[in-house]
Every structure is written in C-alpha cells, then in structure tokens.
C-alpha cells in the first residue's frame, strides 16, 4: 500500500473505517450516513470517520507519521485490520461494501487490530493523515465534522 493515494467523491466527504466495525450498517440504506444523528452515532461509537471536504471532486490522501496542528482528531476502533480511507459515497450500506478495488473509490490499508487517533489537515485537495494507536475508542462529537 502506498502513502500517498487518490480518491474521486460526489459528496464532498472522505469516510474512513474499519470494515468490520461498521458491517451492521450493510443492510442499512445506501445513504444511511446522510441522516446526521446516523452519522454523529456511529462516530461517537468510534466505528467510523465522516469528514465534510466542503467540494467535490479529486483528492489525495498522504499518510503520514504526524501532524502539527491538525484541524480534526477522531478516535476509530479497528477489529479487523482492514481500514477504508475514501469517498463517503462508498461507506457500507445498502447491502454493499468498499471491498472490491474496480467499484470504489479509495483503498483499503491494513492496521493491527486495536483503537487509533485519526489526525488530519486538509491543504487545498491534499488531505493528510496520522494515525497512531489509541486507548480511547468513543468520541464526543455534538457537530458533524468538517475541514472546509
């Protein structure tokens, strides 16, 4: 897996989970995560990140060691190792999964099983992440998260 990757998103939000940790949601409605108590429930929980990009459009992610002054921290939990990072568009739901390469958009990188911080700034179309292990899992959000 490379650390530095792109993704394409038609709804201006970068997803990232673990793709067991939100598999309860597979039955769920394609745009479950479009309700924002949906949304805000199952970031709390730690199952997944939902990040407002303010646009459409190409982005790249650079995964990277550490972040200075990151402009969001969430808490994921990871009990599979396989970790999405891409479109909000490809989250779990309506009885599909970002598992297969040809029909998402983004990639699937690998983690020990365990609780992480994810960090991320956002420069123009380039969005960087840290992710570092955690021994919190739940969040506290009362507001949909954004990097406009």
């Not at 709390?44 to 060691?65: E, M, Q, R, S, V």
């Not at 994810?118 to 123009?124: E, G, R, T």
Request: aromatic share 8%.
């Amino acid at each position: 897996m490379s650390n530095v990757f792109s993704f394409m998103t038609d709804t201006a939000t970068l997803a990232i989970f673990d793709l067991q940790a939100i598999r309860h949601r597979k039955s769920d409605t394609a745009d479950w995560w479009s309700i924002p108590d949906d949304e805000l429930e199952e970031m709390n929980k730690g199952n997944i990140a939902f990040i407002g990009l303010g646009n459409d459009g190409f982005y790249t992610i650079n995964l990277c060691d550490n972040i200075e002054e990151p402009d969001v921290k969430i808490n994921i939990s990871c009990p599979s190792g396989k970790v999405f990072i891409g479109a909000g568009e490809d989250t779990t739901g309506g009885d599909l999964e970002p598992d297969d390469p040809l029909y998402r958009s983004g990639d699937i990188i690998s983690l020990p099983i365990g609780n992480y911080k994810i960090s991320l700034k956002k420069a123009a179309n380039i969005v960087f992440i840290s992710i570092t292990p955690s021994k919190a899992k739940a969040n506290n959000f009362e507001n949909i998260l954004r990097l406009d």
